[in-house]
């Protein structure tokens, strides 16, 4: 069973376009993450949150915690912004495995110029 | 400041070979993860380490092994590699358990 489920699996956009990708999870969560996985593979962090929206720069993350969903907003995409964008949930406080991240599987973005 | 270092980048084995994967961060962070991550799945937890002197398994432990070996350090070992260990192999840290994790570039480990 998967705790976490993204969509689109693969989303081709054009510069420009305004972007969302969409995630849901099934259990209570203390937080959620979006990863950005780059395509030489190296993973950063974007946001962390646990209630409301949080933006930065182009980026916006928004999370409803009683319809266990949360958004990623991509505005004026560019060719850069290409990527895997990945979410994770923290189930509980950290302490045992109760603590650890629960991944999705991932959004391929391409932005074409 | 280099973050999480992870070495090798690449690596072959054999079937029945050992192999540790190291992992070091100059951040002062506590925590410490290894992750795989395989085609068409998440990243999955393999151990971490809460904090110096403690590990803990977590989602995929089966074949590995971890050190904590100081704070900056986390090495996983493979004993007898498996072609089901055949993967990429992330190691992460933060600062607390429940900080945004930085992540290494990664171990792309390919068993014949």
């Known amino acids: 069973k998967n705790e976490v489920e993204q969509s689109p699996q693969n989303l081709t956009a054009q510069e420009g376009e305004f972007i969302t990708i969409n995630c849901s999870y099934s259990?209570?969560?203390?937080?959620l993450h979006w990863l950005q996985q780059h395509p030489g593979g190296g993973i950063v962090s974007l946001f962390m949150?646990?209630?409301g929206k949080k933006k930065h720069g182009r980026l916006i993350a928004t999370i409803n915690i009683q319809e266990k969903h949360s958004s990623l907003h991509i505005t004026a995409s560019h060719p850069r912004d290409s990527a895997v964008y990945i979410c994770?949930?923290?189930?509980?406080?950290?302490?045992?495995?109760?603590?650890?991240?629960?991944f999705g599987k991932g959004t391929k973005l391409s932005v074409k110029p | 400041n280099a973050g999480v270092t992870q070495t090798p980048k690449f690596q072959v084995l054999k079937t029945g070979q050992s192999m540790t994967l190291q992992c070091a961060q100059d951040?002062?962070?506590?925590?410490m993860y290894w992750y795989r991550q395989d085609p068409g799945m998440g990243l999955r937890l393999i151990y971490y380490?809460?904090?110096?002197?403690?590990?803990d398994k977590g989602e995929v432990p089966n074949g590995y092994n971890v050190s904590r070996l100081n704070k900056r350090e986390f090495s996983l070992r493979l004993e007898s590699a498996a072609p089901s260990q055949t993967s990429v192999y992330f190691c992460?840290?933060?600062?607390?358990?429940?900080?945004?994790?930085?992540f290494g570039d990664g171990t792309r480990l390919s068993i014949l």
């Open positions: 992460a840290s933060s600062l607390t358990g429940v900080q945004p994790q930085h």
């Open positions: 259990v209570g969560i203390s937080a």
């Open positions: 949150l646990s209630s």
């Open positions: 994770a949930v923290r189930i509980g406080n950290y302490g045992g495995s109760q603590g650890n991240l629960i």
């Open positions: 951040m002062n962070h506590n925590s």
């Open positions: 380490s809460a904090s110096e002197g403690t590990t």
